[in-house]
């Protein structure tokens, strides 16, 4: 099993894309289907976000050492799903208007704050591979990816100031960032003995 947890994990991770680009070639995304597209692939970035940062709270909470193994690949995920997010406002959307694109970043803020979480997303990215982790060394290293919570703060945001009336989805994934991060602070206070390395 664990050999194949990786390209499992990998696989599954991009099943949604390939229904979303199955149903917007089939015309099946409804009358707005290139909005239908930013959105799932938002709220896939930020799924694969949230498990990600999940990863190190399973550790503490109920001792499992997998989900540690599949947390760089979640990340990695996630950043591809942000990347598909942003080049798809850019090219499809927008199709290379860079003055209305920088127009849009400077003063509709929830396209402010999704750009700002991508660029968090982006040396988080860089930086995941073994030798940047040994390059960097792990505290530092560490210490840079815990951008990754703030980058999930500002995805949260980005997808509360999106939508135009309801908010339960995205307060559903702020209540679950809320709760991962206090599991961390929780985890953080306790006496080194009795802390597990989670990473």
């Not at 798809?88 to 509709?108: C, H, P, S």
């Not at 591979?129 to 060394?137: I, P, S």
Request: glycine share 6%; charged share 20%; with cysteine.
């Amino acid at each position: 099993m664990r050999r194949w947890l990786k390209p499992l994990v990998g696989i599954v991770a991009f099943v949604p894309a390939g229904v979303t680009a199955f149903r917007f070639f089939t015309d099946r995304l409804g009358a707005n289907p290139i909005a239908e597209a930013l959105n799932e692939a938002g709220k896939w970035t930020l799924i694969l976000l949230l498990a990600s940062l999940a990863c190190a709270p399973a550790k503490v909470l109920f001792d499992w050492n997998w989900p540690l193994k599949i947390r760089r690949l979640l990340g990695l995920c996630a950043f591809a799903y942000a990347s598909m997010h942003f080049s798809m406002y850019l090219v499809v959307d927008q199709f290379f208007a860079w003055d209305e694109i920088w127009k849009d970043i400077a003063t509709r803020k929830f396209i402010t704050v999704g750009f700002a979480a991508f660029v968090l997303l982006i040396p988080l990215a860089v930086t995941s591979t073994n030798k940047m982790v040994k390059r960097l060394g792990f505290p530092r290293w560490k210490r840079l990816h815990r951008l990754a919570y703030l980058a999930g703060v500002l995805g949260i945001v980005h997808f509360l100031w999106r939508v135009k009336s309801d908010y339960r989805e995205p307060l559903i994934y702020g209540g679950v960032l809320a709760l991962l991060l206090a599991v961390r602070v929780v985890d953080f206070l306790r006496p080194p003995r009795s802390r597990p390395a989670a990473g």
